[in-house]
């Protein structure tokens, strides 16, 4: 559980500083075509960055598939006892798991503002928390209560609004490690494969 959680931990905290830029870009006077703009090129950053450790961490994952598999021939063949660095090796699914766990209190934080949300019928501060840490992809929204004329209107008092940005900021952080990290492995494992070839044009066959 420990690995997981840290490679979750540089996609949410990265999130956070994206969000510092989003409020900047919020900020700026008028100019709602160019707010919009910024926005859509901080997530486009912010994606592009989370998947190039993504894809680094999928090629050291295959490489550990790799050499885990060595191992576990030499102790079919020897007998021995010898550690494998199980939680490491790559897996397709980790990647996807990874941006998840990111996104795991902004689930948390939504889920339990719903709750009360609907036990209570009235809202709290942990949707507004949400929307403040995750606000790089909430911003869309917020632009566009601005341009609706609502301009009053608070993150805290528009439930939907924060629920909407969840939306959004899950699969845009899963896809960014997710697919970057399948990609990563098979780049290694493409490079495995054309050595195999080499040897065996070299050496023939050893089966």
């Known amino acids: 559980m420990k ?3 840290k490679q ?3 996609p949410f905290v990265y999130v956070i500083f994206m969000s510092i830029i989003a409020f900047g870009i919020l900020m700026i006077p008028g100019l709602v075509w160019l707010k919009a703009l910024l926005a ?3 997530v486009g950053l912010y994606a592009v960055i989370v998947s190039a450790v ?7 994952a295959m490489k550990t598939l790799y050499a885990n598999d060595l191992e576990r ?3 079919v063949k ?6 494998l660095k199980l939680h490491e090796e790559y897996k397709a699914w980790k990647g996807f798991m990874f941006g998840f766990i990111a996104c795991v209190p902004l689930i948390v934080l939504l889920a339990l503002h719903t709750i ?7 809202y709290m501060g942990l949707g507004a928390i949400a929307g403040l840490i995750f606000f790089a992809f909430f911003v869309f929204f917020r632009l566009n209560v601005n341009m609706s004329g609502t301009e009053g209107e608070t993150i805290t008092s528009t439930s939907w609004y924060i629920f909407y940005g969840a939306l959004i900021a899950l699969p845009i952080i899963m896809l960014s490690t997710g697919i970057a990290y399948i990609l990563g492995a098979k780049k290694i494992k493409r490079q ?3 050595i195999a070839e080499k040897q065996r044009s070299i050496y023939g066959d050893e089966n």
């Open 192 to 194: 495995y494969e054309m």
């Open 78 to 83: 020897t007998g021995e006892n010898r550690p």
């Open 73 to 75: 021939r030499e102790i």
């Open 40 to 42: 859509v090129l901080n």
């Open 3 to 5: 690995y997981y959680l």
């Open 116 to 122: 009360v949300y609907f036990a209570t019928g009235s």
């Open 54 to 60: 993504s894809y680094k961490e999928g090629q050291e």
């Open 8 to 10: 979750g931990v540089f």
